[in-house]
């Protein structure tokens, strides 16, 4: 995903995405809801690698990485290795890993 333009309100930063989507900082809910999706099969795993990365990015650029981020910057963190493979057609994080990120994302370790 390529940033075009970043728009400045007195509230936030807003980041406009090359598709026209708005990028705001993530809640632990919505990587939740990503990781689910990629169980479900709605999002690949590199769908949602990139986007975690591109989150992670934002979090630096927009103002620096505060305390109260931290959390969801580790969470992006280890969301960014899930398209990770170990051999050309298998996976490093299988089903299992994901579902217990979920677990403890949601437990909030």
């Not at 940033?3 to 598709?19: A, S, Y």
């Not at 632990?28 to 690949?44: P, S």
């Not at 927009?62 to 109260?68: I, M, P, Q, R, V």
């Not at 890993?97 to 677990?103: A, F, L, M, Q, V």
């Amino acid at each position: 995903m390529v940033l075009i333009k970043r728009i400045i309100n007195l509230m936030k930063v807003e980041t406009i995405l090359e598709n026209g989507e708005i990028m705001e900082k993530p809640t632990i809910k919505e990587i939740v809801k990503r990781l689910n999706m990629v169980l479900d099969g709605t999002l690949t795993r590199e769908e949602v690698s990139t986007w975690a990365e591109t989150c992670t990015r934002l979090f630096m650029d927009a103002d620096g990485l505060k305390e109260s981020d931290l959390t969801i910057w580790k969470y992006l963190d280890v969301v960014s290795g899930i398209d990770l493979k170990d051999s050309p057609t298998e996976y490093l994080h299988i089903e299992e890993d994901i579902k217990e990120w979920i677990e403890r994302f949601q437990k909030g370790d």
